[in-house]
């Protein structure tokens, strides 16, 4: 099972999170999509692939009062973990996600792709790219 795990402020980074799982389903594999508040230690354990979604927040940094939280309390599980990040930002170019990425493989995260940032979440349009990111996940 993959385990889709994300936080949102404006719902732009839950869209995305809901579109990866569909492409993940559309390759035949079992997904659950999670609000990160709902996730427990078993969720990332059990996971065959973990995804992470967290938007940029201030200065290109992560949502501080859940995902730094859940991270921190995590982090031993995270060691050998296949793990994909996503998220979405308005401003900025992504450094947000590059320091994400290096924290996770600091942690000995496995990276099964390069993350998937878009700007906002446009309708009409960033529905494929999510869509193509979650069949990309699972091969």
């Known amino acids: 099972m993959i385990k889709v795990i994300y936080w949102s402020g404006t719902g ?21 999509v999670l609000e990160i508040s709902n996730a427990t230690e078993n969720d990332i354990v059990s996971a065959e692939i973990l995804a992470l979604g967290c938007p940029a927040m201030g200065c ?18 995270m060691k050998d973990k296949k793990v994909v990040l996503f998220g979405s930002y308005g401003w900025g170019n992504g450094e947000w996600m590059e320091t994400w990425k290096e924290q996770m493989e600091s942690l000995g995260a496995k990276l099964v792709t390069d993350p998937l940032i878009v700007n906002e979440f446009t309708q009409g349009q960033d529905e494929e790219i999510c869509l193509g990111y979650g069949r990309q996940i699972v091969g």
């Open 12 to 32: 732009n980074t839950k869209n995305m999170a809901e579109y990866i799982g569909q492409g993940i389903k559309e390759k035949g594999k079992e997904v659950d």
């Open 60 to 77: 290109e940094e992560l949502e501080d009062s859940e995902v730094i939280p859940f991270i921190e309390a995590n982090e031993a599980l």
